[in-house]
């Protein structure tokens, strides 16, 4: 498996272990055995490039966010604070957000790119402007962004 993000979040998870910081030593072992988790599934073990390794990484971060909703919903509030903070963990290895103004540019930009005039047109739209945006697009602001450029 070769990839520099895998690199860092094993030496970072050293570095952790080191200073005896338990937090960030679970949080970071369990993304580190999700993505070598992804290149085990199947019969034959992957090689997983950059792209892949992002990919676990914002998965993780998704699943620790809904998880952080529904123990507030369910008036858990101090496990959905740990479900919040490691996803910050996680997050620290992705690529940076685009802002609110980059995704309504990107969003312009595809609707023009692809015609597109109405809702019946979202899933061309969708499909373009996730190619542009790769993981540095949250996709439900992304598909709020679209449905809004086309309805109105």
Do not use: C
């Not at 937090?23 to 999700?34: C, D, E, I």
């Not at 990484?57 to 604070?81: C, F, W």
């Not at 540019?105 to 609707?111: E, H, M, S, T, Y």
Request: charged share 30%; hydrophobic share 45%.
């Amino acid at each position: 498996m070769s990839s520099t993000t895998l690199d860092r979040l094993t030496a970072d998870l050293t570095t952790a272990m080191k200073a005896r910081d338990a937090f960030r030593t679970g949080t970071l072992r369990q993304v580190v055995a999700a993505v070598r988790g992804e290149a085990k599934a199947g019969p034959v073990e992957k090689d997983l490039g950059e792209d892949d390794v992002l990919r676990v990484l914002a998965r993780e971060v998704k699943k620790r966010r809904e998880s952080a909703e529904i123990y507030t919903g369910a008036g858990a509030d101090d496990r959905a604070a740990n479900e919040s903070a490691e996803a910050d963990v996680i997050e620290e290895y992705l690529p940076k957000q685009l802002s609110d103004d980059e995704l309504a540019a990107l969003v312009r930009d595809a609707v023009a790119a692809t015609g597109a005039t109405t809702l019946r047109d979202m899933g061309a739209v969708m499909k373009e402007a996730t190619a542009r945006a790769g993981l540095s697009a949250d996709g439900k602001k992304l598909s709020a962004l679209v449905r809004t450029a086309l309805a109105g």
